[in-house]
């Protein structure tokens, strides 16, 4: 079925170095794609979108991209901070009611 | 609110008993969607409110499961005869509409004993 998935479960990086935490996804016809972060007993909380006409998009500190022909998506933090520390969902706007499909998810950690 | 509210935060039930978990939207938002997070795992999609438009119940995970919503505003996840696998933590999320990034509360911890 549709899935969103994440090449790794786990990142681990020092404090100041940039991340780069990836995600495959399966629905070529999905338009909208989200980054989110979960802290601990938290909901998760919107970071960067970006829709499909776009293959590049920037925010504070965090940078998307979004390769189409091979279905994939980044999300780049630079200057890594232990406030980063967290675990972090791609999703895709392709289920079957519009809604978001979300990945397992990648846990970040920061090292001081 | 400023944010989505849900209640109760956390609930312990005995198994076979009925809950209810409530989650109140930003207001203004017409979607309004309900999520399942089991322990170190992604979010299972249970179901969507467009409006006061019903629901398609199909990602509902078994018919002991049930929602509403009143007045397109304050939703309502019903599990009747609650089973151990039905521990997790349920979120509610509310956007301004279909490709708009969800706000999301902070979740219902269920725990069934």
């Known amino acids: 079925g549709e899935s969103v998935g994440l090449h790794?479960?786990?990142?681990?990086v020092q404090e100041?170095?940039?991340?780069?935490?990836?995600?495959?996804?399966?629905?070529?016809?999905?338009?909208?794609?989200?980054?989110y972060k979960q802290e601990s007993g938290?909901?998760?909380q919107f970071i960067i979108d970006i829709r499909s006409n776009m293959d590049k998009r920037q925010g504070q500190r965090v940078t998307v991209l979004l390769n189409k022909t091979v279905k994939h998506l980044?999300?780049?933090i630079a200057a890594t901070q232990p406030g980063d520390s967290a675990v972090y969902f791609c999703a895709e706007a392709g289920?079957?009611?519009?809604?978001?499909?979300?990945?397992k998810g990648t846990k970040l950690s920061v090292k001081p | 609110g400023a944010g989505v509210s849900?209640?109760?935060?956390?609930?312990?039930t005995e198994k076979g008993k009925d809950v209810e978990l409530r989650c109140d939207p930003i207001s203004g938002h017409t979607a309004l969607y309900w999520y399942r997070q089991s322990l170190g795992q992604g979010l299972e999609f249970l179901i969507y409110f467009q409006g006061n438009s019903a629901p398609d119940k199909s990602g509902l995970p078994s018919?002991?499961?049930?929602?509403?919503?009143?007045?397109g505003s304050v939703s309502t996840l019903t599990i009747q005869r609650t089973q151990q696998e039905d521990s997790a933590v349920y979120l509610c999320a509310s956007s301004p509409g279909l490709l708009y990034g969800y706000t999301f509360?902070?979740?219902?911890?269920?725990?069934v004993v």
Request: with cysteine; charged share 15%; glycine share 12%.
């Open chain 1, 8 to 12: 790794l479960p786990t990142l681990s």
């Open chain 2, 105 to 111: 509360g902070s979740g219902t911890r269920l725990t």
């Open chain 1, 74 to 76: 980044s999300l780049q």
């Open chain 1, 95 to 103: 289920g079957s009611q519009g809604n978001l499909i979300f990945g």
């Open chain 2, 6 to 12: 849900q209640s109760p935060s956390n609930k312990v």
């Open chain 1, 42 to 44: 938290k909901g998760p």
């Open chain 1, 16 to 35: 100041g170095d940039n991340s780069i935490i990836n995600c495959a996804y399966s629905n070529s016809a999905s338009d909208y794609f989200i980054w």
């Open chain 2, 63 to 71: 018919d002991r499961f049930s929602a509403e919503r009143t007045g």
